[in-house]
Structures are given as C-alpha cells and as structure tokens.
Nanobody
Framework: QVQLVESGGGLVQAGGSLILSCAAS????????MGWFRQAPGKERDLVAR????????YYADSVKGRFTISRDNGRNTVYLQMNSLKPEDTAVYYC???????????WGQGTQVTVSS
C-alpha cells in the first residue's frame, strides 16, 4: 500500500503561483511513476505532469508546458508541482497518484483545490 497526501492548494489571482506537495508513505519504490492530475467541475480527470521517482522522464500536458514544473525529493518521499503564471482555466481539484508499473495509476491522494481568480 502507498499513501499519498497532497497539500498546498488554495486561492490565487491570475498570474500568481502555487506549489503543491504530495507526501508518499508506505511501500514506495524508485520504480514508481508519480503523476499530478486535475479535474475541473463537469470535466474528466486529466494528467497534468508526471515524473519517475528515479528521476528524469518528465511529461507535461501541452496546456501547462512552460508554466508548471514537476520535481521530487527522494529523501522526503515528496513530489512537487510548481505552478506559475496561473490562469483561471487551471482551476480544478489536483490529485497526486502513483503508478507501480509506470502506466496504471494504482494509488491516489484525496485531492487539493486550486482556484485561480481572474
């Protein structure tokens, strides 16, 4: 089992920044892929960014490229999502997830709300 706890969401004005954290505990492994997803009201949950615990191989959705940065701190078992130049369309519940095989996300956090006002 892997437990994931997100933090760092909140209300920010357009153009502002937030950093989300995802603390992992339990049976973590460097082979896992960690992803940040988001879900806006009435929309599907979409992958925003992902990174392997072992480092490298980052991926970003086109909508956040150049604005968001995913990183991890292996010593703290924490994955971060630095979000800059936020837009109202970034408003969503953001979820952290872990994929044991790098493809299927098996474990999910509870989500953290990000609201960007115009």
């Amino acid at each position: 089992q892997v437990q994931l706890v997100e933090s760092g969401g909140g209300l920010v004005q357009a153009g502002g920044s937030l950093i989300l954290s995802c603390a992992a505990s339990g049976r973590t492994s460097s082979s896992y892929t960690m992803g940040w997803f988001r879900q806006a009201p009435g929309k599907e949950r979409d992958l925003v960014a992902r990174i392997r615990w072992s480092g490298g191989n980052t991926y970003y959705a086109d909508s956040v490229k150049g604005r968001f940065t995913i990183s991890r701190d292996n010593g703290r078992n924490t994955v971060y999502l630095q979000m800059n130049s936020l837009k109202p369309e970034d408003t969503a519940v953001y979820y952290c997830a872990a994929a044991l095989n790098g493809v299927t996300y098996n474990y999910w956090g509870q989500g953290t709300q990000v609201t960007v006002s115009s």
